[in-house]
């Protein structure tokens, strides 16, 4: 106005973005995470400003080398940890690990501090030689035919062992505590039990080892060798 007359002018005000927030943290505790795999979870946080984050390990966080990270999170065990051998957790041998996890929205770092707690799963027996087994023993004799042996990663497990459904294992015993397979008839070469229903002196069996949970079998092929136990007979007339 210029006392006189008023002249006005149209203006289209734009306010323009700026990252003025901070990316913050949204991801809960990385606790409860089972021995023997790799996944940890992801991190994740928001932005108003809604800039593109990046994610890093970076930081206080100890064991931060024991891990790996993308970009968009995804947090791994760089090697599957065992429960029963730590990976050296926080330096104190345990299985609790420190890391420490920083999110960038390209302007702003900020860090969440996180212990990943791994816990013991129940892993199965495995029973000592593999899948299959051959053992040898002498006809007319009784005593231990084989003694199955295991190996358990849980320290303390309690493993029964017991004949599973193979041809022979009824004229087999075993002692449910250790693993010790007997006949329950002496053998004779010359009489056969009937071994593997062909009547020869190969005798199969099968043997579990169980935790109470999990299981391992092993198919055991015995075979009953010969002794010179009878006198020649004359058959002249």
Not at 182 to 206: H, Q
Not at 224 to 236: A, G, I, L
Request: aromatic share 6%.
């Amino acid at each position: 106005n210029d006392g006189t007359t008023d002249v006005v002018q149209a203006h289209t005000v734009a306010v323009v973005n700026v990252n003025d927030n901070n990316p913050v943290f949204t991801t809960s505790a990385f606790t409860n995470i089972a021995e023997n795999q790799t996944a940890v979870g992801t991190a994740a946080a928001t932005d108003a400003d809604g800039s593109s984050l990046t994610f890093t390990l970076a930081g206080a966080g100890a064991d931060n080398g024991l891990f790996g990270i993308t970009n968009a999170g995804v947090i791994t065990f760089n090697s599957a940890p065992d429960f029963e051998t730590p990976l050296g957790g926080s330096g104190d041998d345990s299985n609790t690990y420190e890391i420490t996890v920083n999110v960038n929205d390209g302007t702003t770092d900020v860090v969440q501090a996180h212990t990943v707690a791994v816990v013991n799963v129940n892993e199965a027996p495995v029973i000592t030689g593999g899948p299959t087994a051959t053992a040898t023993f002498v006809e007319n004799a009784t005593g231990t035919v084989i003694d199955v042996a295991h190996t358990d990663a849980d320290a303390g497990a309690s493993i029964a062992y017991s004949l599973t459904g193979s041809v022979d294992d009824d004229l087999f015993a075993i002692v449910e505590g250790t693993g010790v397979v007997t006949f329950i008839s002496a053998p004779d070469f010359e009489t056969k039990l009937g071994g593997t229903g062909n009547d020869s002196n190969d005798y199969v069996i099968e043997v579990t080892a169980s935790d109470g949970s999990l299981t391992d079998t092993q198919t055991i092929t015995i075979s009953v060798t010969n002794v010179n136990d009878n006198n020649p007979v004359f058959t002249t007339s």
